[in-house]
Every structure is written in C-alpha cells, then in structure tokens.
C-alpha cells in the first residue's frame, strides 16, 4: 500500500509541474504577441486583432474577411505575415502592390459600394469592403 502511495503521489506531481508549465509557457506567448501588436498597429485593446478600419494580411488570409464601413472612410491593411502580399482590387478600383512584413497600405473610400479584393501572389486570398 506504501508503494501505491508514492507512486500516486509522484504522478500528482508531475501531472502539477505540466499544468504550471503549460501555464507559464501560454502565459509568454500571448504576452509577447500583444506587446508585437502594440508596437505595428497601435492597437491596445490587448487581443492583438485589427483595430477600427483596419484589416490584418496574417495566417495567409484577411482579417476581417469583410468590413463594412461609411463613405470617406480609410482602411489600413497591415501585413502580419513573414511573407509578401498585395491587396488588390477585383475591379482595379485599387492595388498596393508588394506589401512586405510588417508594412502597411491604406485607401480611402469615397463611394458607396461593394469592393472584392485578393492577393496577387496568393489568389486564394480574398476579402470584401462594404461601403455604405
């Protein structure tokens, strides 16, 4: 019976060292990702997701994949990935050309409408601005 005893208590043990583990580790990362958020796009609402009229280039996609703002209104895209990207427009309404790491591109909506756009080097990319 002494034997089971340690055994259990060794394994409650190290099952507690995992746990604190995983929790310091997790812990890091999302600190080191917020403060990397604060520094390239100013956004402090510490959820490291795109700001008001912003839209981030991360994870090979558009985030959001849809926004939806008034007339006059400038967006920013921000490119979070490691890789290039472009923001172009479906109709040639606009275009960014290259947008490296960490860099940024904005274009102001002055009508009304529905514009699609999608990267030129990953055309799997796509997005939409929805301008009322």
């Given amino acids: 019976?002494?034997?089971?005893?340690g055994i259990r208590n060794r394994a409650l043990t190290g099952a507690c060292l995992m746990?604190?583990?995983?929790?310091?580790?997790?812990?890091?990362?999302?600190?080191?990702?917020n403060m990397a958020g604060m520094g390239n796009n100013g956004n402090t609402d510490n959820s490291g997701g795109p700001g008001t009229?912003?839209?981030?280039?991360?994870?090979?996609?558009?985030?959001?994949s849809?926004?939806?703002?008034?007339?006059?209104?400038?967006?920013?895209?921000t490119n979070k990935d490691p890789v290039t990207h472009t923001v172009s427009s479906t109709?040639?309404?606009?275009?960014?050309?290259?947008i490296t790491p960490n860099a940024t591109f904005s274009h102001t909506?002055?009508?009304a409408?529905?514009?699609s756009y999608y990267c030129?080097?990953?055309?799997y990319m796509t997005a939409t601005v929805k301008v009322n």
């Fill in 1 to 5: 019976m002494k034997n089971l005893t």
């Fill in 19 to 33: 746990v604190a583990i995983f929790i310091f580790l997790n812990s890091c990362s999302k600190s080191s990702n």
């Fill in 53 to 64: 009229n912003e839209v981030f280039i991360k994870g090979m996609a558009f985030d959001p």
């Fill in 66 to 77: 849809t926004i939806t703002v008034t007339a006059g209104t400038t967006i920013t895209w």
């Fill in 91 to 98: 109709s040639n309404e606009f275009d960014s050309g290259n």
């Fill in 109 to 111: 909506f002055s009508t």
């Fill in 113 to 115: 409408g529905s514009y």
């Fill in 120 to 123: 030129k080097i990953h055309t």
